[in-house]
Protein backbone atom coordinates (compact mmCIF):
# COMPACT_ATOMS: atom_id res chain seq x y z
CA UNK A 1 0.00 0.00 0.00
CA UNK A 2 1.17 3.61 -1.03
CA UNK A 3 1.45 6.28 1.74
CA UNK A 4 0.00 8.97 -0.17
CA UNK A 5 2.36 11.97 1.66
CA UNK A 6 5.58 9.87 0.41
CA UNK A 7 4.97 8.77 -3.14
CA UNK A 8 7.47 10.03 -5.64
CA UNK A 9 5.93 11.09 -8.21
CA UNK A 10 7.74 12.20 -12.18
CA UNK A 11 6.84 15.76 -13.32
CA UNK A 12 7.70 16.72 -16.88
CA UNK A 13 8.00 20.22 -18.86
CA UNK A 14 8.40 21.72 -14.98
CA UNK A 15 10.39 24.25 -17.02
CA UNK A 16 6.46 25.39 -18.47
CA UNK A 17 4.10 27.33 -17.51
CA UNK A 18 1.50 24.69 -16.36
CA UNK A 19 3.80 22.15 -14.72
CA UNK A 20 6.03 24.94 -13.54
CA UNK A 21 2.59 25.81 -11.25
CA UNK A 22 1.66 22.14 -10.45
CA UNK A 23 4.89 22.30 -8.31
CA UNK A 24 4.10 24.25 -5.22
CA UNK A 25 0.77 22.54 -5.29
CA UNK A 26 1.85 18.83 -6.00
CA UNK A 27 4.63 19.90 -2.82
CA UNK A 28 1.90 20.66 -0.23
CA UNK A 29 -0.49 18.16 -1.09
CA UNK A 30 1.87 15.35 -0.70
CA UNK A 31 4.14 16.88 2.50
CA UNK A 32 6.33 14.08 2.38
CA UNK A 33 6.49 12.73 -1.33
CA UNK A 34 9.58 13.11 -3.47
CA UNK A 35 8.95 14.98 -6.92
CA UNK A 36 11.22 14.26 -9.98
CA UNK A 37 12.00 16.72 -12.70
CA UNK A 38 12.97 16.48 -15.69
CA UNK A 39 15.01 18.79 -17.37
CA UNK A 40 17.14 19.42 -20.37
CA UNK A 41 20.76 20.11 -18.90
CA UNK A 42 24.15 19.68 -20.74
CA UNK A 43 25.75 19.76 -17.18
CA UNK A 44 25.12 19.43 -13.29
CA UNK A 45 25.77 23.17 -13.05
CA UNK A 46 22.88 24.03 -15.83
CA UNK A 47 20.64 21.56 -13.88
CA UNK A 48 20.14 23.06 -10.65
CA UNK A 49 20.71 26.57 -11.86
CA UNK A 50 17.49 25.51 -14.07
CA UNK A 51 15.66 24.16 -11.01
CA UNK A 52 16.16 26.89 -8.63
CA UNK A 53 15.07 29.05 -10.95
CA UNK A 54 11.68 27.52 -11.53
CA UNK A 55 11.09 26.96 -8.05
CA UNK A 56 12.09 30.65 -7.09
CA UNK A 57 9.36 31.82 -9.83
CA UNK A 58 6.60 29.41 -8.45
CA UNK A 59 7.44 30.51 -4.70
CA UNK A 60 8.57 27.68 -3.31
CA UNK A 61 10.81 27.49 -0.25
CA UNK A 62 14.21 26.06 0.51
CA UNK A 63 12.70 22.73 3.09
CA UNK A 64 10.14 21.98 -0.05
CA UNK A 65 12.84 22.62 -2.54
CA UNK A 66 14.88 19.61 -1.08
CA UNK A 67 12.34 17.29 -2.23
CA UNK A 68 12.43 17.97 -5.59
CA UNK A 69 14.95 15.92 -7.33
CA UNK A 70 16.03 17.31 -10.73
CA UNK A 71 16.58 14.80 -13.46
CA UNK A 72 18.45 15.28 -16.65
CA UNK A 73 16.86 14.12 -19.58
CA UNK A 74 14.58 14.67 -22.59
CA UNK A 75 11.57 12.95 -23.49
CA UNK A 76 12.29 13.19 -27.52
CA UNK A 77 14.72 10.04 -26.38
CA UNK A 78 13.02 6.75 -25.80
CA UNK A 79 14.97 6.22 -21.87
CA UNK A 80 13.77 10.12 -21.20
CA UNK A 81 17.78 10.68 -21.39
CA UNK A 82 17.60 8.23 -17.92
CA UNK A 83 20.45 5.86 -19.29
CA UNK A 84 21.30 3.53 -16.54
CA UNK A 85 18.87 5.15 -14.01
CA UNK A 86 15.63 4.40 -16.43
CA UNK A 87 15.01 1.08 -14.95
CA UNK A 88 15.27 1.97 -11.16
CA UNK A 89 13.45 5.45 -11.89
CA UNK A 90 10.59 3.46 -13.01
CA UNK A 91 10.43 0.87 -10.78
CA UNK A 92 10.12 3.79 -7.63
CA UNK A 93 8.05 6.13 -9.66
CA UNK A 94 4.14 6.05 -8.62
CA UNK A 95 2.38 8.98 -10.08
CA UNK A 96 3.24 10.60 -13.44
CA UNK A 97 2.30 14.07 -14.29
CA UNK A 98 2.98 14.53 -18.18
CA UNK A 99 2.57 18.20 -19.08
CA UNK A 100 6.20 18.68 -21.51
CA UNK A 101 4.81 19.71 -25.15
CA UNK A 102 5.74 21.63 -28.02
CA UNK A 103 3.41 24.67 -27.88
CA UNK A 104 4.11 26.71 -31.29
CA UNK A 105 1.69 26.52 -33.94
CA UNK A 106 3.97 27.03 -36.83
CA UNK A 107 6.22 24.03 -36.32
CA UNK A 108 6.40 21.76 -39.49
CA UNK A 109 4.33 18.44 -38.77
CA UNK A 110 7.22 16.39 -38.19
CA UNK A 111 8.48 18.78 -35.36
CA UNK A 112 5.39 19.08 -33.15
CA UNK A 113 5.44 15.22 -33.31
CA UNK A 114 8.84 14.59 -31.70
CA UNK A 115 7.44 15.90 -28.21
CA UNK A 116 3.79 16.31 -28.29
CA UNK A 117 3.29 12.52 -30.08
CA UNK A 118 6.49 10.30 -29.46
CA UNK A 119 7.43 12.36 -26.33
CA UNK A 120 4.37 11.27 -25.20
CA UNK A 121 4.87 7.39 -26.28
CA UNK A 122 8.19 7.49 -24.68
CA UNK A 123 6.42 8.65 -21.41
CA UNK A 124 3.72 6.06 -21.78
CA UNK A 125 6.52 3.41 -22.18
CA UNK A 126 8.05 4.25 -18.88
CA UNK A 127 4.58 4.36 -17.03
CA UNK A 128 3.89 0.72 -18.33
CA UNK A 129 7.31 -0.21 -17.05
CA UNK A 130 6.76 1.82 -13.45
CA UNK A 131 3.00 -0.42 -13.50
CA UNK A 132 5.10 -3.25 -13.23
CA UNK A 133 6.09 -2.36 -9.66
CA UNK A 134 3.00 -2.71 -8.67
CA UNK A 135 3.07 0.59 -6.87
CA UNK A 136 1.88 3.20 -9.63
CA UNK A 137 -1.29 4.70 -9.59
CA UNK A 138 -1.92 6.89 -12.39
CA UNK A 139 -0.88 8.92 -15.59
CA UNK A 140 -1.92 12.55 -15.62
CA UNK A 141 -2.02 13.59 -19.48
CA UNK A 142 -2.51 17.43 -20.36
CA UNK A 143 -3.27 17.73 -23.63
CA UNK A 144 -5.48 20.84 -24.64
CA UNK A 145 -9.31 21.70 -25.48
CA UNK A 146 -7.99 22.71 -29.30
CA UNK A 147 -7.72 18.64 -30.29
CA UNK A 148 -11.22 19.66 -31.71
CA UNK A 149 -9.52 21.48 -34.20
CA UNK A 150 -12.03 23.19 -37.10
CA UNK A 151 -14.91 21.57 -35.42
CA UNK A 152 -18.11 24.62 -34.37
CA UNK A 153 -20.89 24.37 -32.18
CA UNK A 154 -20.94 21.69 -28.65
CA UNK A 155 -17.59 19.56 -27.92
CA UNK A 156 -18.00 17.17 -25.39
CA UNK A 157 -15.37 15.22 -23.33
CA UNK A 158 -15.65 12.33 -24.48
CA UNK A 159 -15.50 12.95 -28.09
CA UNK A 160 -12.35 13.08 -29.68
CA UNK A 161 -11.86 11.67 -34.10
CA UNK A 162 -14.83 13.19 -34.99
CA UNK A 163 -13.30 13.75 -38.46
CA UNK A 164 -12.31 17.65 -37.52
CA UNK A 165 -8.95 19.54 -39.67
CA UNK A 166 -6.32 21.46 -37.69
CA UNK A 167 -5.53 24.52 -37.52
CA UNK A 168 -1.98 24.10 -36.70
CA UNK A 169 0.23 21.56 -36.02
CA UNK A 170 0.16 21.39 -32.58
CA UNK A 171 -3.64 20.80 -32.63
CA UNK A 172 -2.93 18.20 -34.73
CA UNK A 173 -0.16 16.30 -32.90
CA UNK A 174 -1.98 16.68 -29.41
CA UNK A 175 -4.61 15.09 -30.85
CA UNK A 176 -2.66 11.91 -32.01
CA UNK A 177 -0.77 11.75 -28.89
CA UNK A 178 -4.90 11.39 -27.77
CA UNK A 179 -5.40 8.38 -29.94
CA UNK A 180 -2.47 6.53 -28.49
CA UNK A 181 -3.29 7.29 -24.72
CA UNK A 182 -6.95 6.25 -25.56
CA UNK A 183 -6.12 2.99 -27.36
CA UNK A 184 -3.68 2.63 -23.76
CA UNK A 185 -6.90 2.95 -21.44
CA UNK A 186 -8.17 -0.40 -20.79
CA UNK A 187 -4.64 -1.38 -19.79
CA UNK A 188 -3.13 1.49 -17.88
CA UNK A 189 -4.18 4.60 -15.55
CA UNK A 190 -4.97 7.24 -17.46
CA UNK A 191 -6.42 11.07 -17.26
CA UNK A 192 -6.31 13.34 -19.73
CA UNK A 193 -7.23 17.26 -18.98
CA UNK A 194 -7.87 19.44 -21.84
CA UNK A 195 -7.06 23.17 -21.01
CA UNK A 196 -8.57 25.87 -23.08
CA UNK A 197 -6.64 28.90 -23.79
CA UNK A 198 -4.42 29.03 -20.59
CA UNK A 199 -3.88 33.10 -18.73
CA UNK A 200 -2.04 34.13 -15.69
CA UNK A 201 -2.92 33.51 -12.65
CA UNK A 202 -6.34 35.09 -11.65
CA UNK A 203 -4.99 36.61 -8.16
CA UNK A 204 -1.86 37.67 -9.73
CA UNK A 205 -1.88 37.91 -13.16
CA UNK A 206 1.50 35.58 -13.20
CA UNK A 207 2.92 34.09 -15.85
CA UNK A 208 6.42 33.34 -16.95
CA UNK A 209 6.18 33.90 -21.02
CA UNK A 210 3.45 36.02 -23.25
CA UNK A 211 1.94 33.84 -25.71
CA UNK A 212 -1.54 33.28 -27.45
CA UNK A 213 -3.28 36.33 -26.19
CA UNK A 214 -0.81 38.54 -25.18
CA UNK A 215 0.73 38.34 -28.52
CA UNK A 216 -2.15 40.47 -30.12
CA UNK A 217 -2.32 42.43 -26.65
CA UNK A 218 1.69 43.08 -27.19
CA UNK A 219 0.87 44.09 -30.96
CA UNK A 220 -1.71 47.17 -30.01
CA UNK A 221 0.06 48.21 -26.84
CA UNK A 222 3.02 48.58 -28.89
CA UNK A 223 0.99 50.32 -31.94
CA UNK A 224 2.06 47.52 -33.92
CA UNK A 225 -1.40 47.12 -35.25
CA UNK A 226 -3.61 49.32 -35.67
CA UNK A 227 -6.50 47.43 -36.97
CA UNK A 228 -7.64 43.19 -36.00
CA UNK A 229 -9.04 40.99 -38.77
CA UNK A 230 -11.46 39.11 -36.85
CA UNK A 231 -14.81 38.91 -35.94
CA UNK A 232 -15.92 41.08 -33.11
CA UNK A 233 -18.57 38.10 -31.71
CA UNK A 234 -16.28 35.53 -31.83
CA UNK A 235 -16.12 34.28 -28.20
CA UNK A 236 -12.62 33.30 -26.44
CA UNK A 237 -13.03 30.52 -24.08
CA UNK A 238 -10.17 31.57 -21.34
CA UNK A 239 -9.26 29.82 -17.94
CA UNK A 240 -6.00 30.75 -15.52
CA UNK A 241 -3.39 28.81 -14.38
CA UNK A 242 -4.56 28.71 -11.04
CA UNK A 243 -7.68 27.15 -11.72
CA UNK A 244 -6.77 24.74 -14.37
CA UNK A 245 -3.78 23.30 -11.95
CA UNK A 246 -6.24 23.75 -8.86
CA UNK A 247 -8.48 21.23 -10.76
CA UNK A 248 -6.16 18.89 -11.82
CA UNK A 249 -4.91 18.42 -8.21
CA UNK A 250 -8.51 17.49 -6.80
CA UNK A 251 -9.75 15.73 -10.19
CA UNK A 252 -6.56 13.49 -10.32
CA UNK A 253 -6.89 12.57 -6.65
CA UNK A 254 -9.93 10.32 -7.75
CA UNK A 255 -9.66 7.23 -8.42
CA UNK A 256 -13.02 7.31 -10.26
CA UNK A 257 -11.31 10.09 -12.88
CA UNK A 258 -9.13 7.43 -14.15
CA UNK A 259 -9.80 6.45 -18.08
CA UNK A 260 -12.22 9.67 -18.25
CA UNK A 261 -10.78 12.95 -20.15
CA UNK A 262 -11.87 16.51 -18.93
CA UNK A 263 -11.93 19.90 -20.32
CA UNK A 264 -10.62 22.99 -18.07
CA UNK A 265 -12.94 25.72 -19.71
CA UNK A 266 -14.88 28.70 -19.31
CA UNK A 267 -17.69 28.04 -20.72
CA UNK A 268 -19.98 30.40 -23.16
CA UNK A 269 -21.21 32.38 -20.41
CA UNK A 270 -17.79 32.98 -18.85
CA UNK A 271 -16.29 33.33 -22.32
CA UNK A 272 -15.68 36.99 -23.89
CA UNK A 273 -15.61 38.57 -26.87
CA UNK A 274 -12.96 39.88 -29.23
CA UNK A 275 -14.57 43.32 -29.08
CA UNK A 276 -14.97 43.05 -25.16
CA UNK A 277 -11.90 42.08 -24.50
CA UNK A 278 -10.23 44.88 -26.97
CA UNK A 279 -12.22 47.50 -25.36
CA UNK A 280 -11.06 45.96 -21.58
CA UNK A 281 -7.58 45.99 -22.27
CA UNK A 282 -7.51 49.18 -23.88
CA UNK A 283 -9.22 50.74 -20.87
CA UNK A 284 -6.01 49.11 -18.62
CA UNK A 285 -3.66 50.16 -21.26
CA UNK A 286 -4.64 53.61 -20.88
CA UNK A 287 -4.61 53.42 -17.34
CA UNK A 288 -1.65 51.90 -16.74
CA UNK A 289 0.14 54.70 -19.64
CA UNK A 290 -1.80 57.48 -16.97
CA UNK A 291 -0.12 56.37 -14.26
CA UNK A 292 3.07 56.38 -15.87
CA UNK A 293 3.22 59.50 -18.14
CA UNK A 294 2.94 58.05 -21.24
CA UNK A 295 0.95 58.66 -24.25
CA UNK A 296 -2.59 56.78 -24.81
CA UNK A 297 -3.28 54.00 -26.92
CA UNK A 298 -5.40 54.54 -30.05
CA UNK A 299 -8.63 51.93 -30.48
CA UNK A 300 -7.40 49.19 -33.27
CA UNK A 301 -10.24 49.34 -35.23
CA UNK A 302 -11.63 46.16 -36.17
CA UNK A 303 -12.36 44.26 -39.90
CA UNK A 304 -14.56 41.40 -40.83
CA UNK A 305 -14.07 40.41 -44.18
CA UNK A 306 -17.86 41.81 -44.75
CA UNK A 307 -16.67 45.81 -44.08
CA UNK A 308 -13.76 44.93 -46.83
CA UNK A 309 -16.35 43.72 -49.31
CA UNK A 310 -18.22 46.91 -49.25
CA UNK A 311 -14.87 49.15 -50.22
CA UNK A 312 -14.32 50.11 -54.02
CA UNK A 313 -11.82 50.13 -56.60
CA UNK A 314 -8.18 49.92 -55.10
CA UNK A 315 -8.86 50.82 -51.44
CA UNK A 316 -10.78 47.25 -51.68
CA UNK A 317 -7.96 45.47 -53.17
CA UNK A 318 -5.07 47.02 -51.16
CA UNK A 319 -7.27 46.65 -47.97
CA UNK A 320 -8.04 42.44 -48.77
CA UNK A 321 -4.29 41.70 -49.56
CA UNK A 322 -3.36 43.33 -46.55
CA UNK A 323 -6.12 41.77 -44.43
CA UNK A 324 -4.99 38.35 -45.80
CA UNK A 325 -1.76 38.93 -44.20
CA UNK A 326 -2.95 40.30 -40.69
CA UNK A 327 -5.75 37.26 -41.12
CA UNK A 328 -2.68 34.86 -41.20
CA UNK A 329 -0.43 36.55 -38.72
CA UNK A 330 -2.89 36.09 -35.93
CA UNK A 331 -4.22 32.89 -37.28
CA UNK A 332 -0.58 31.95 -36.12
CA UNK A 333 -0.75 33.26 -33.04
CA UNK A 334 -4.41 33.21 -31.92
CA UNK A 335 -5.99 30.53 -33.85
CA UNK A 336 -8.74 30.33 -32.07
CA UNK A 337 -10.09 33.87 -33.09
CA UNK A 338 -11.65 31.75 -36.11
CA UNK A 339 -14.62 30.00 -35.37
CA UNK A 340 -17.19 29.84 -31.98
CA UNK A 341 -17.00 26.22 -30.73
CA UNK A 342 -18.46 25.04 -26.78
CA UNK A 343 -16.41 22.95 -24.39
CA UNK A 344 -19.01 20.49 -22.70
CA UNK A 345 -17.26 20.45 -19.33
CA UNK A 346 -19.88 18.04 -17.36
CA UNK A 347 -17.72 15.43 -16.21
CA UNK A 348 -14.84 18.42 -14.85
CA UNK A 349 -18.29 20.04 -13.16
CA UNK A 350 -19.00 16.96 -11.62
CA UNK A 351 -16.01 15.97 -10.52
CA UNK A 352 -15.50 19.59 -8.78
CA UNK A 353 -18.84 19.86 -7.64
CA UNK A 354 -18.67 19.21 -3.93
CA UNK A 355 -15.45 21.78 -3.71
CA UNK A 356 -15.02 25.47 -3.99
CA UNK A 357 -13.21 25.15 -7.33
CA UNK A 358 -15.15 27.01 -10.08
CA UNK A 359 -13.67 29.00 -13.26
CA UNK A 360 -13.77 32.29 -13.28
CA UNK A 361 -14.77 34.64 -15.67
CA UNK A 362 -12.16 36.36 -17.53
CA UNK A 363 -13.72 39.93 -17.69
CA UNK A 364 -13.18 39.50 -14.15
CA UNK A 365 -9.35 38.97 -13.96
CA UNK A 366 -8.28 40.97 -17.16
CA UNK A 367 -6.98 43.89 -15.50
CA UNK A 368 -5.17 41.58 -13.29
CA UNK A 369 -3.35 39.82 -16.41
CA UNK A 370 -3.21 42.84 -18.71
CA UNK A 371 -1.52 44.77 -15.41
CA UNK A 372 0.71 42.24 -15.04
CA UNK A 373 2.16 41.75 -18.96
CA UNK A 374 2.55 45.63 -18.50
CA UNK A 375 4.70 45.40 -15.45
CA UNK A 376 6.48 42.94 -17.05
CA UNK A 377 6.73 44.42 -20.41
CA UNK A 378 5.40 41.45 -21.80
CA UNK A 379 9.01 40.06 -21.14
CA UNK A 380 9.33 35.99 -20.89
CA UNK A 381 11.03 35.36 -17.14
Not at 37 to 62: P, Y
Not at 220 to 243: A, N
Not at 346 to 367: G, M, S
Amino acid sequence: MINENEKKILVTGASGFLAGELLPRLLEKYPQASIYILLRAENKNQLLEKKQSILNFVGVNQEDANRVIALAGDVEKQDLGLGDDYDELAGQINEIYHSAANTRFDQPLEKARQINYFGSENVLRFAEKAQKSGNFTCYHHISTAYVAGNRTGLVREDELDCGQGFYNTYEQSKYESELMLRKAMDKLPIIIYRPSIVAGDSLTGRTPHFYVIYEPMKWVYLGHLTFLPCRPEVKLDIVPIDYVCNAIMTIGNNTSSIGKTFHLTAGTEKSISLEEMVDGCLEQFNKYNSEVNKPLINRPEIVTPEIIKKMQGDNRRQSEIFFQRAWQQMQRHMPYVVADKTFDDTATRKALEQTDIQCPAFRDYLPTVVRYALKQNFRAI
